[in-house]
């Protein structure tokens, strides 16, 4: 439930628009990175920067062939964005997750202060 | 059939959440109270809030922006309606000053369970219609919403196929 706010986050890496174009480009089947950089007019570097980045949190996977790395969606990562998109829900959720820990501090806080 | 006419009832029109925290309820309460607090712990996981204006009184309100992990911005407008320190809440909440159509209203109640607190959050839509949006929809990144209801889709179909 509780989602950590890394770079390694799913959500992260969703959240830019190259890679969300990439994801969509790999809903047709796996592709080569060359092809991935060709068909969004990237560089290499820069999209296997992006790769990477999917990689890291699951939601593409690699396969050497040759000289050629082949990537495809892996759903393993998809999950956790499909989990995450519960609206309103999710927003209390996390919310009131975060409430109980702050509340938590408050009240060690205020125990140190009353003892000190 | 019968038609239905004029509002909806009230319980196709809400929300209900509950949560039991662990600490007495004025300190649950005071936690509501002030911004300080509020932007510690207000809004999903990657989500930060910057406070515009805070006023802690009955038709006072607390202007603020929502930062998703994208930097999608959401202005939010609550104004406190009621506040029965430290047992309750009410407030009228919209997406910044000029979004009244898409208001809707929240009661929070605080109750003291032998020394921790129950909370409980009713929000009241207008409609079922804007319940059913807000439910799918509140606190999802803009941009990645198109997205994210494609791949949820595929996820469906790559587990459909025992992936």
Known sequence: MARATTTS???????????RRILTLLRAGELAATEIAEELDLAASSTSKHLRVLREVG???VRDEG???????DATGLRQVHEWTGGFERFWAESLDRLEAYVGELQRKEEDDACG | MRVVEGIEREEDRQIVTTRLISAPRELVFRAWTDPR??????????????????EFRPGGVWEFEMHGPDGTV????????EIVPPELLRYRQQGGRDDDQNA???TVTFADRDGA?????????????????????YGAVEGAIETLA????????????GA
């Open chain 1, 9 to 19: 986050d799913v959500f992260n890496a969703i959240g830019e628009p190259q890679r």
């Open chain 1, 59 to 61: 939601l593409v996977r």
């Open chain 1, 67 to 73: 000289r050629q790395r082949y990537y495809s969606l």
């Open chain 2, 37 to 54: 607090h509020l932007e510690r712990w207000f809004g999903p996981y990657g989500f930060t809030t910057t406070t515009r204006v805070f």
């Open chain 2, 74 to 81: 959401f202005p939010n407008l609550i104004e406190w309606v």
């Open chain 2, 104 to 106: 809707f209203e929240t």
């Open chain 2, 117 to 137: 607190t129950e909370l409980t959050l009713r929000t009241i839509f207008r409609t079922k219609a804007q319940r059913d949006y807000v439910a799918e929809n």
């Open chain 2, 150 to 161: 494609r791949l949820t889709a595929y996820v469906g179909e790559l587990e459909g196929a």
